[in-house]
């Protein structure tokens, strides 16, 4: 043995590992510069809208209070889809891993998938021709018995093309992300834990709580971050369902509008600043986007220690 | 606090496949009883089937009685989730629940039975368990840290002592030492000794020199081949077993001529 046989080394796979660090590192850059190249567009295209005297602006009161409006609009209808879509789809995803025998479990988890495929533009038709005449009696009968809450304050909109109709909808789409996500988490739960738990005498719901819950935290939460991520930047199923307004308190009453939509349905016909405007909303809209995620991370970075990763 | 348990004609089944044949055997009550016998003998599923976690698995079941003081564990209308309760187990590889702290750990059995305790009351159990598991000294400091954290020979005894707060009356071991390393065998192996004052304590190991140390009675397992049963081939007191078995199988395995 001479020291050349140590510091000789496998050509091929030496240039095997330069073209895959290579191609990572190409992957990895490529990532960032999109992501820089439209963010750069969005605030370059934006500049007019931001400096420009607030009369010239739509509404004629500025850009700020043109888009306060609709943020508070677009985080409403987020809001709902997720407060019902979550609780749901972490009890199918519960179902299906931890209930279901396995011949139905594999079958609902075909289904639920089978949701994520259908266009959002379906999903906007269906809320818009059918759902909305179909829920707008419960409408009127929570103007009527809840009122006095200032959310479901009447009267209600006749046509049901309100702001919950869009967040329900909102909710359908969203349902399959959250779904399918936490059922893989769940699956991975390791058997060790399960069976810790049910040693110490835990039911199967204690042993959820114990060991599948906990173990599966830091996934919902992600997974509940991915369907915020759609549900806030959802365009034609609102654009379709909602019939746009004012900002109003009440969830049952037409009016509010969501970024997107507001987006979708005045860029075809929107010229010189009034282009502007529209990205500007579009630059806010992603700055929502990226808050929500850097939250999310944060939430899930703070029981790090707690996380079983080590 | 401890409780014999009798095993009456058992089978266990993997679906259709018989995994473990017809066994017989006594369990005496504040003893070490070990279950020795070569990899797939089923010596872990014969354990297994003595808290009903056996059934856990999808298609898993058993014929049989296992009596727990006269009790049968498989009777109608006997929930496994009691059984449990009352037989814990530690197994292979130490698992804490890596989500909670130290204490929570320890109190992670008792906190199912939905007591209310004090935070007083929780913290003599917590210290009370610890010591029993021989680990308060080196944990006491911080309790509030993930058990996770800890070495593996602390995380097994930390399983052991989430499997004492709840007052088991017997205790069941598969395998507890075969992730660990010598040092922290030999302090699980002391724990075992002092265990048996008050529990009845069954062990499943692959270590012959260490069902001689710590075992009052010994239980050789053997199989005949692939695909075939296991069977319990005979049972006695560990030194006649280790000396002067009865049995050709059990005197080739015990001195290593054995396959």
Known sequence: MTTTSLTKSRGAGRAGDKVFSGAALAAGCLILAVLFGVALFLVVQAIPALVASPDKIQGGEGFFAYIWPIVIGTVIAAIIALVIATPVAIGVALFISHFAPRGLASGLGYVIDLLAAIPSVVYGAWGAAFLAKEISPAYDWLANNMGWLPIFQGPASATGKTILTAGIVLAVMVLPIITSLSREIFLQTPKLHEEAALALGATRWEMIKMAVLPFGRPGIVSAVMLGLGRALGETMAVALVLSSGALTASLIQSGNQTIAAEIALNFPEASGLKVSTLIAAGLVLFVITLGVNMIARWIISRHKEFSGAN | ?259
């Not at chain 2, 993930?146 to 071991?173: D, F, K, N, T, Y």
């Not at chain 2, 397992?221 to 049963?229: D, E, S, V």
Request: hydrophobic share 40%.
């Open chain 2, 1 to 259: 606090m401890s409780k014999r348990i009798d095993v009456k004609d058992l089978n266990v089944y993997y679906g259709k496949f018989l995994a473990v044949e017809d066994v017989n055997i006594n369990i005496e009550a504040k003893s070490v009883t070990a279950f020795i016998g070569p990899s797939g003998c089923g010596k872990s599923t014969f354990l297994r089937t003595l808290n009903r976690m056996h059934e856990v698995i999808p298609g898993a079941r058993v014929e049989g009685e296992v009596l727990l003081d006269g009790d049968n564990l498989y009777g109608p209308g006997v929930d496994p989730v009691t059984v449990r309760s009352q037989i814990g187990m530690v197994f292979q590889r130490p698992n804490p629940f890596p989500t909670m702290s130290i204490r929570d750990n320890v109190l992670a059995g008792v906190k199912l039975n939905n007591q209310k305790m004090s935070k007083g009351e929780a913290d003599a159990l917590v210290e009370r368990s610890l010591q029993g598991a021989n680990l308060w000294n080196e944990v006491k400091d911080r309790l509030a840290k993930p058990g996770s954290g800890l070495s593996g020979g602390q995380q097994q005894r930390l399983c052991i002592a989430r499997a004492i707060a709840v007052e088991p009356q017997v205790i069941l071991m598969d395998e507890p030492c075969s992730a660990l390393d010598p040092i922290s065998t030999l302090a699980i192996e002391d724990l075992i000794n002092d265990l048996k004052d008050q529990y009845t304590v069954v062990i499943v190991t692959h270590n012959m020199q260490q069902a001689a140390r710590v075992s009052d009675r010994t239980a050789f397992f053997n199989i005949a081949g692939t695909g075939k049963p296991g069977k319990l081939i005979e049972v006695g007191d560990t030194h006649t077993i280790f000396s002067n078995p009865t049995q050709k199988a059990t005197e080739d395995y015990v001195s290593g001529r054995f396959g």
